[in-house]
């Protein structure tokens, strides 16, 4: 993975300085509230319903185990011992205090972590394909140009006061992994003809209150071109995007505004201005930012273990989870391992510092030290040894993280909501703890096949709810708390948003509502149909009527 | 008379912020003015003409306006109605490196030490801290981070064309690996 140089270096550890000073004149009350409120916002600190929350950046979802022990020995130290991987591949502590954050952010910076940008209205965490580099059906490693793009909206200091917040999501596989059609700009890494690597690019896709599916703002992108043409992009967003409200204000609004052509118009005249001069990545930089992706020392195993077929042929148990946690790996002999953190009773995403360190080490002893965060919340080891994969089934059920559902029902997509978030209209965790009750037959689930079930606890969509084979969405009825219900959205190349059904459900109904929307499914699906292929055939109507139809 | 600071330096403030004026009668007989854009584009010849004339521009103003002018303008201001408004960050550098603006790029309005070093790599080299702050304390803002990742005003190479250069040991965490 990525290794600071003095330079990365020298600039977190400045930012520490800054930040540990801006937080000395806030609470000396030589600056204001309001005035702190960016400053903190930027460095990854929001004030929560009941303390401080504090998301970390994992860049591009990558983690070395020295990084991972990090994060469980600040959740132990200045947290309650747990914390919970989110939906674009940060970490959040939610109990630190305010004085602690500067020390945090020093524990960080020793491990070349920060939290830089993790929140305010300025470039995100920069997220990609957390199976990049290991998935045979990849085009371009695009991990070389997250870093990339990761140094680039790292201070930009043009872009720091936007509108509003600014996602990107990186791609380089035609299976899009990253969600990149509901990031503000998604970028995917392509080939042209004559096989040069350069990017398509979309911008003004997004969820939220307008969800969005991204428009191609340009087919082929020299690679070189890239922050040029960033650049452009933002300097846009940035001169013209609504600042008079607050809903309005992310790019996607601007884009449907002045429509997708008049836009891209704009941009490329912007572009042209800087094309081929300064900021044109040379290809030496891309080289020597990829050497630091170059693959680890694989052993030469010749094609599938034998050991592992015999294994999955004798262990049911075991087979299934190959089935649901296993992705195959581009090199013969090696897998690629998802540990849930979906299992029933515990928080989706959440982990304790005790797990954390045992994950830690399971990644050195079978994965070459480093793992991966996925935007579903969910952890990877991408470089495990097929002859192993028995031994490390057994350490991750005793972990806790062998839940054989990985795409299934009950890998359910979670915001913190109510219980820990203060724009929350709704819990979110304990509706998740519910469904995750009520299917907890895995031999049905194995058979109802992949379906994503995405909860939000509002409109912000931290859940990704829109797109969910079933999402849920909290409201606020008077005070009371409820769920909305749609279906039909799906997520990667084919992304659709989903369509609500119908009047919300009180927290206690909701089990009820997402089994007989299973149940139309089981009775309607034909062959090997998953949940998303009958909705799509057969339309809201029989959903509808079966779960209305039962409920009033 | 009200501190200034101006290539880095705390300095007296010559200028007057002219913030309303709409017509040659608003300005005062000397001293050095700074009008809005409106104002100049009415009476360019004649403000030009009083000499010692800047133009300041909020943040919906386009730039564009003062292309033809940028030449003959000692002084550019830039306001920031609040400091969470950024516009003013893109005003700045078109001004720097699409209209080639040489004179003194001011911020002016609600500009505070936390937001100086953006202020500074975007352009500006004047900064006229809102008047309830001290301008020697806000100083130090301008030198929170000793280098950046982009190209700057003062420095119009980004860093990934600068690495490895002069800096002997850069190169060196830079073998490949994993770990």
Known sequence: MYRYDQYDQRFINERVVQFRDQTRRFLAGEVTEDEFRPLRLQNGLYIQKYAPMLRIAIPYGLLSSAQLRTLAHIGRKYDRGYGHFTTRQNLQFNWPRLEDVPDILEELARVQMHAIQTSGNCVRNITTDHFAGVAGDEIVDPRPYCELLRQWSTFHPEFAYLPRKFKIGVSGSPVDRAATLIHDIGVHAVRDDAGEVGFRVLVGGGLGRTPIIGHVIREFLPRGEILNYLDAIMRMYNRFGRRDNKWKARIKILVKDMGIDAFREHVEADWERVRGGAGVVPDEEIARLASFFDAPPYEDLSGEDTSFRAAIADNRAFSNWVKRNVFPHKIPGYAVVTLSLKKTGVPPGDATSDQMDAVADLADAYSFGELRVSHEQNLIFTDVRQAELLTLWGELKALGFATPNIGLLTDIVCCPGGDFCSLANAKSIPIAESIQRRFDDLDYLYDLGEIDLNISGCMNACGHHHIGNIGVLGVDKNGQEWYQVSIGGDQGERASLGKVIGPSFAAAEMPDVIERLVDVFVERRQEDERFIDTVRRLGLEPFKERVYAEAH | ?179
């Open chain 2, 1 to 179: 008379m009200p501190k200034l600071i101006k290539d880095r330096v705390v300095v007296d403030d010559a200028w007057t912020l002219l913030r309303d004026a709409a017509s040659l009668d608003d300005l005062p007989a000397a001293a050095p003015v700074i009008v809005p854009l409106a104002l100049w584009q009415q009476q360019r010849d004649a403000l030009a003409a009083r000499g010692e004339v800047g133009v300041w521009l909020a943040p919906t103003d386009d730039p564009d306006a003062l292309a033809r002018d940028v030449h003959r303008l000692p002084l550019i201001a830039v306001d920031f109605p609040q400091f969470t408004d950024g516009r003013g960050y893109s005003t700045a550098r078109l001004l720097r490196e699409k209209y080639h603006f040489l004179g003194e790029l001011r911020a002016v309005g609600d500009v505070l030490r936390d937001q100086l070093y953006y202020l500074q790599a975007c352009g500006f080299n004047a900064f006229a801290i809102r008047s309830d702050r001290d301008a020697n304390q806000a100083l130090t803002g301008l030198s929170d981070f000793s280098d950046n990742y982009q190209a700057t005003a003062t420095q119009p190479l980004p860093l990934f064309r600068r690495r490895g250069i002069g800096e002997g040991d850069a190169s060196s965490p830079g073998q490949p690996g994993r770990r």
